[in-house]
């Protein structure tokens, strides 16, 4: 059982509010249709390659696979390359 309103965007909006983070400093990662919500309250988003369709259109960007280091390449290559130094 999971509680109606428990998805990845509220909880990412618990986070931020928590952790007084602005939303839109947020980036978030997901490869599935129930991430498209969290994609959208986020200030930067990430489709893994092995997405559906519908969350790589709504994605900010589209990295590799899950199989070809998706995530690691995501952090190296787009969220570390945007952080100002």
């Given at each position: 059982m999971t509680h109606p309103q428990a998805n990845r965007a509220t909880v990412d909006a618990t986070?931020?509010?928590?952790l007084n983070?602005?939303?839109a400093q947020i980036a978030t990662m997901g490869d599935m249709p129930n991430d498209v919500l969290m994609f959208r309250r986020s200030g930067f988003s990430i489709a893994m390659g092995n997405s559906s369709?519908?969350?790589?259109?709504?994605?900010?960007?589209?990295?590799?696979?899950?199989?070809?280091?998706?995530?690691?390449?995501?952090?190296?290559?787009?969220?570390?390359?945007?952080v100002p130094t």
């Open positions: 986070l931020a509010r928590l983070i602005p939303p369709d519908e969350a790589k259109a709504q994605a900010s960007a589209v990295t590799d696979s899950n199989e070809n280091e998706g995530f690691a390449n995501a952090l190296r290559n787009i969220v570390l390359r945007s």
